[in-house]
Nanobody
Framework: QVQFVESGGGLVQPGGSLRLSCTASGFAFSLAAMSWYRQAPGKERESVASISNTGGSTNYADSVKGRFTISRDNAKNTVYLQMNSLKFEDTAVYYC?????????WGQGTQVTVSS
């Protein structure tokens, strides 16, 4: 059974930083590209960052480019999202999933709240 367990969210002030982690199981993690997604209240879920299976290629949404960094550790089946210079508009529930396996169920996500 495929599972995604996201963690690391919390309450942070504008300009602060958080590091999210997502541990996956039930599929060949090292062979799959991975993405972080987020869903803000009243908005559709969107992709914010993606990384190739080897970690050699990354892509970011324009809204987070230069502030967020995605990375992965295939030995730990874990993908990370380092978030710096956080803004109010980054408030959302963050999820991970492989964009190559969109049929998998979503994990519970981790809440990120940026507030002063």
């Amino acid at each position: 059974q495929v599972q995604f367990v996201e963690s690391g969210g919390g309450l942070v002030q504008p300009g602060g930083s958080l590091r999210l982690s997502c541990t996956a199981s039930g599929f060949a993690f090292s062979l799959a590209a991975m993405s972080w997604y987020r869903q803000a209240p009243g908005k559709e879920r969107e992709s914010v960052a993606s990384i190739s299976n080897t970690g050699g290629s990354t892509n970011y949404a324009d809204s987070v480019k230069g502030r967020f960094t995605i990375s992965r550790d295939n030995a730990k089946n874990t993908v990370y999202l380092q978030m710096n210079s956080l803004k109010f508009e980054d408030t959302a529930v963050y999820y991970c999933k492989s964009p190559q396996r969109l049929w998998d169920s979503w994990g519970q996500g981790t809440q990120v709240t940026v507030s002063s």
